[in-house]
Protein backbone atom coordinates (compact mmCIF):
# COMPACT_ATOMS: atom_id res chain seq x y z
CA UNK A 1 0.00 0.00 0.00
CA UNK A 2 1.38 3.93 -1.10
CA UNK A 3 1.51 5.81 2.07
CA UNK A 4 0.95 9.41 2.25
CA UNK A 5 4.38 10.30 3.48
CA UNK A 6 5.85 8.00 0.20
CA UNK A 7 3.57 9.66 -2.40
CA UNK A 8 5.31 10.54 -5.55
CA UNK A 9 2.64 10.80 -8.22
CA UNK A 10 1.18 13.71 -9.40
CA UNK A 11 -2.69 13.07 -8.29
CA UNK A 12 -4.99 11.40 -5.45
CA UNK A 13 -4.35 7.74 -5.20
CA UNK A 14 -6.99 4.98 -6.22
CA UNK A 15 -7.41 3.49 -2.52
CA UNK A 16 -9.11 6.77 -1.24
CA UNK A 17 -12.51 5.65 0.15
CA UNK A 18 -13.34 8.75 2.36
CA UNK A 19 -12.85 12.38 1.98
CA UNK A 20 -12.76 14.52 4.84
CA UNK A 21 -13.79 18.61 4.41
CA UNK A 22 -12.94 21.76 6.96
CA UNK A 23 -15.55 24.09 7.12
CA UNK A 24 -14.43 27.74 6.95
CA UNK A 25 -12.95 28.92 4.05
CA UNK A 26 -13.29 25.37 2.58
CA UNK A 27 -17.10 24.57 2.46
CA UNK A 28 -18.06 28.02 4.07
CA UNK A 29 -17.00 31.26 2.51
CA UNK A 30 -16.39 32.68 5.33
CA UNK A 31 -13.29 34.72 4.80
CA UNK A 32 -15.09 37.26 2.22
CA UNK A 33 -17.70 37.57 5.33
CA UNK A 34 -14.85 38.30 7.32
CA UNK A 35 -13.21 40.60 4.88
CA UNK A 36 -16.95 42.15 4.53
CA UNK A 37 -17.78 42.52 8.13
CA UNK A 38 -14.26 44.06 8.50
CA UNK A 39 -14.53 46.67 5.61
CA UNK A 40 -17.91 47.96 7.20
CA UNK A 41 -16.16 49.32 10.11
CA UNK A 42 -13.17 50.52 8.73
CA UNK A 43 -15.30 52.79 6.29
CA UNK A 44 -16.99 54.09 9.20
CA UNK A 45 -13.45 54.90 10.53
CA UNK A 46 -12.88 56.59 6.85
CA UNK A 47 -9.86 54.30 6.23
CA UNK A 48 -8.02 54.89 3.14
CA UNK A 49 -8.75 51.72 0.58
CA UNK A 50 -11.02 49.72 3.26
CA UNK A 51 -11.86 46.55 1.06
CA UNK A 52 -7.91 45.94 0.34
CA UNK A 53 -6.96 46.24 3.94
CA UNK A 54 -9.95 44.12 5.17
CA UNK A 55 -9.04 41.45 3.29
CA UNK A 56 -4.78 42.04 3.86
CA UNK A 57 -5.36 42.27 7.74
CA UNK A 58 -7.82 38.99 7.67
CA UNK A 59 -5.47 37.00 5.70
CA UNK A 60 -2.58 38.00 8.09
CA UNK A 61 -4.24 37.55 11.06
CA UNK A 62 -5.45 33.58 10.03
CA UNK A 63 -1.80 32.01 10.47
CA UNK A 64 -1.16 33.26 13.58
CA UNK A 65 -4.41 33.17 15.09
CA UNK A 66 -4.43 29.40 14.04
CA UNK A 67 -1.22 29.14 16.37
CA UNK A 68 -2.71 30.67 19.38
CA UNK A 69 -5.39 28.79 19.33
CA UNK A 70 -3.12 25.38 18.80
CA UNK A 71 -1.17 26.81 22.03
CA UNK A 72 -4.11 27.39 23.93
CA UNK A 73 -5.55 23.89 23.00
CA UNK A 74 -2.19 22.24 24.34
CA UNK A 75 -2.64 24.32 27.40
CA UNK A 76 -6.09 22.74 28.00
CA UNK A 77 -7.26 26.39 27.78
CA UNK A 78 -10.05 25.14 25.28
CA UNK A 79 -13.14 27.57 26.67
CA UNK A 80 -10.48 30.64 26.29
CA UNK A 81 -9.43 29.79 22.72
CA UNK A 82 -13.34 29.32 21.59
CA UNK A 83 -14.39 32.47 23.72
CA UNK A 84 -11.33 34.26 21.49
CA UNK A 85 -12.48 33.53 18.23
CA UNK A 86 -16.54 33.66 18.67
CA UNK A 87 -16.66 37.22 17.88
CA UNK A 88 -15.29 36.41 14.35
CA UNK A 89 -18.23 33.52 13.99
CA UNK A 90 -21.36 33.81 12.72
CA UNK A 91 -23.93 31.83 15.10
CA UNK A 92 -26.93 30.11 13.88
CA UNK A 93 -29.47 31.81 12.45
CA UNK A 94 -26.64 34.13 10.52
CA UNK A 95 -26.52 33.33 6.20
CA UNK A 96 -24.19 30.89 5.93
CA UNK A 97 -22.32 31.24 2.40
CA UNK A 98 -21.42 27.91 0.58
CA UNK A 99 -18.05 27.97 -1.39
CA UNK A 100 -19.11 28.83 -5.02
CA UNK A 101 -19.70 24.97 -6.75
CA UNK A 102 -19.13 23.31 -3.47
CA UNK A 103 -22.75 21.94 -3.67
CA UNK A 104 -22.42 20.24 -7.30
CA UNK A 105 -18.89 18.74 -6.16
CA UNK A 106 -20.73 17.32 -3.24
CA UNK A 107 -23.57 15.83 -5.33
CA UNK A 108 -20.75 14.32 -7.67
CA UNK A 109 -18.88 12.62 -4.89
CA UNK A 110 -21.50 11.53 -2.79
CA UNK A 111 -22.48 8.22 -3.00
CA UNK A 112 -18.60 7.77 -4.25
CA UNK A 113 -16.79 8.58 -1.20
CA UNK A 114 -17.60 8.32 2.68
CA UNK A 115 -18.14 12.13 2.91
CA UNK A 116 -17.54 13.66 6.63
CA UNK A 117 -16.86 16.97 8.12
CA UNK A 118 -13.73 17.66 10.67
CA UNK A 119 -14.04 21.16 12.18
CA UNK A 120 -13.23 23.02 15.27
CA UNK A 121 -16.99 24.77 14.81
CA UNK A 122 -19.01 23.90 17.14
CA UNK A 123 -21.98 20.97 16.49
CA UNK A 124 -24.45 24.02 16.48
CA UNK A 125 -22.95 26.32 13.93
CA UNK A 126 -21.76 23.02 11.45
CA UNK A 127 -25.86 21.72 12.19
CA UNK A 128 -27.05 25.20 11.23
CA UNK A 129 -24.67 26.04 7.92
CA UNK A 130 -25.62 22.11 6.89
CA UNK A 131 -29.55 22.49 7.35
CA UNK A 132 -29.32 25.72 5.73
CA UNK A 133 -27.97 24.40 2.41
CA UNK A 134 -29.93 21.54 2.39
CA UNK A 135 -26.47 19.13 3.43
CA UNK A 136 -27.48 17.48 6.33
CA UNK A 137 -27.92 13.59 4.23
CA UNK A 138 -24.73 14.50 2.18
CA UNK A 139 -21.96 13.60 5.62
CA UNK A 140 -22.02 10.59 7.23
CA UNK A 141 -20.96 12.06 10.67
CA UNK A 142 -19.58 15.73 11.70
CA UNK A 143 -16.69 16.21 14.28
CA UNK A 144 -16.85 18.95 15.52
CA UNK A 145 -14.67 20.74 18.84
CA UNK A 146 -17.19 19.04 21.16
CA UNK A 147 -16.04 15.84 19.85
CA UNK A 148 -12.74 15.39 20.91
CA UNK A 149 -10.39 16.47 23.72
CA UNK A 150 -7.93 18.23 21.30
CA UNK A 151 -7.94 20.59 18.19
CA UNK A 152 -6.13 20.88 15.06
CA UNK A 153 -3.59 20.73 14.01
CA UNK A 154 -3.62 17.63 16.60
CA UNK A 155 -4.29 14.47 14.56
CA UNK A 156 -7.32 13.39 17.06
CA UNK A 157 -10.46 15.15 14.95
CA UNK A 158 -9.04 13.18 11.61
CA UNK A 159 -8.56 9.89 13.18
CA UNK A 160 -11.45 10.44 14.62
CA UNK A 161 -13.62 10.69 11.94
CA UNK A 162 -11.85 7.68 10.32
CA UNK A 163 -12.85 5.62 13.13
CA UNK A 164 -16.75 6.81 12.99
CA UNK A 165 -16.51 6.04 9.37
CA UNK A 166 -15.02 2.50 9.93
CA UNK A 167 -12.73 3.36 7.45
CA UNK A 168 -8.65 3.46 7.51
CA UNK A 169 -7.15 6.48 8.30
CA UNK A 170 -4.78 6.07 4.98
CA UNK A 171 -7.47 5.91 2.96
CA UNK A 172 -8.96 9.14 3.69
CA UNK A 173 -8.05 12.46 2.57
CA UNK A 174 -8.85 16.05 4.48
CA UNK A 175 -9.53 19.26 2.66
CA UNK A 176 -8.92 22.14 4.16
CA UNK A 177 -7.65 25.71 3.57
CA UNK A 178 -5.33 26.67 6.35
CA UNK A 179 -1.63 24.82 7.60
CA UNK A 180 -3.82 23.52 10.63
CA UNK A 181 -6.02 21.25 8.62
CA UNK A 182 -2.94 20.27 6.56
CA UNK A 183 -0.80 18.80 9.69
CA UNK A 184 -3.71 17.58 11.62
CA UNK A 185 -4.55 15.16 8.25
CA UNK A 186 -0.71 14.21 8.06
CA UNK A 187 0.10 13.77 11.33
CA UNK A 188 -2.89 11.28 11.49
CA UNK A 189 -1.78 9.78 8.42
CA UNK A 190 -3.99 10.84 5.98
CA UNK A 191 -3.64 12.42 2.37
CA UNK A 192 -3.60 16.16 2.02
CA UNK A 193 -5.74 18.71 -0.35
CA UNK A 194 -5.24 22.27 0.68
CA UNK A 195 -7.42 24.84 -0.98
CA UNK A 196 -6.86 28.54 -2.07
CA UNK A 197 -10.40 29.59 -1.46
CA UNK A 198 -10.04 30.23 1.84
CA UNK A 199 -7.81 31.75 4.01
CA UNK A 200 -4.27 29.90 3.72
CA UNK A 201 -1.69 30.84 1.09
CA UNK A 202 -0.06 28.66 -1.64
CA UNK A 203 3.41 29.42 -0.10
CA UNK A 204 2.53 27.95 3.94
CA UNK A 205 0.58 25.23 2.31
CA UNK A 206 3.35 23.83 0.08
CA UNK A 207 5.92 24.28 3.15
CA UNK A 208 3.11 22.00 4.95
CA UNK A 209 3.22 19.36 2.69
CA UNK A 210 -0.09 19.27 1.54
CA UNK A 211 -0.18 16.25 -1.21
CA UNK A 212 -2.83 18.67 -3.62
CA UNK A 213 -3.06 21.93 -4.02
CA UNK A 214 -6.36 23.37 -5.80
CA UNK A 215 -7.45 26.90 -6.82
CA UNK A 216 -11.19 26.14 -5.47
CA UNK A 217 -12.58 23.44 -3.53
CA UNK A 218 -15.31 22.74 -6.23
CA UNK A 219 -12.26 21.20 -8.19
CA UNK A 220 -11.64 18.38 -6.23
CA UNK A 221 -13.88 16.19 -8.38
CA UNK A 222 -11.72 16.59 -11.11
CA UNK A 223 -9.03 14.93 -8.92
CA UNK A 224 -11.28 12.00 -7.76
CA UNK A 225 -14.08 10.99 -10.46
CA UNK A 226 -12.70 8.93 -13.16
CA UNK A 227 -13.30 10.15 -16.35
CA UNK A 228 -14.22 13.93 -18.28
CA UNK A 229 -12.47 16.12 -16.16
CA UNK A 230 -8.86 17.91 -16.53
CA UNK A 231 -6.45 18.22 -13.95
CA UNK A 232 -5.49 21.67 -14.38
CA UNK A 233 -4.50 22.65 -10.51
CA UNK A 234 -0.96 21.88 -9.43
CA UNK A 235 -0.07 19.66 -7.20
CA UNK A 236 2.33 18.83 -4.45
Known sequence: MILPSMMTRTDLPDQIQAVLFDLDGTLMDTDDQAVENLAHRLRRLRWPHPDRTARRLVMTAETPGNLVLSLLDVLGLDELAMSLTRPMRQRPGSDFRIVAGVAEMLAQLNGRYRLAIVTTRG?????AFLAQHHLEETFETVVTRES??????????????????????ERCVMVGDTVVDVQSARR???WTVAVLCGF?????????RAHLILEQTAHLASHLLPLGHNNDDETR
Do not use: C, I, Y
Open 123 to 127: QEEAS
Open 148 to 169: TRRLKPHPAPVQHAARLLDVPV
Open 188 to 190: AGA
Open 200 to 208: GERRELERA
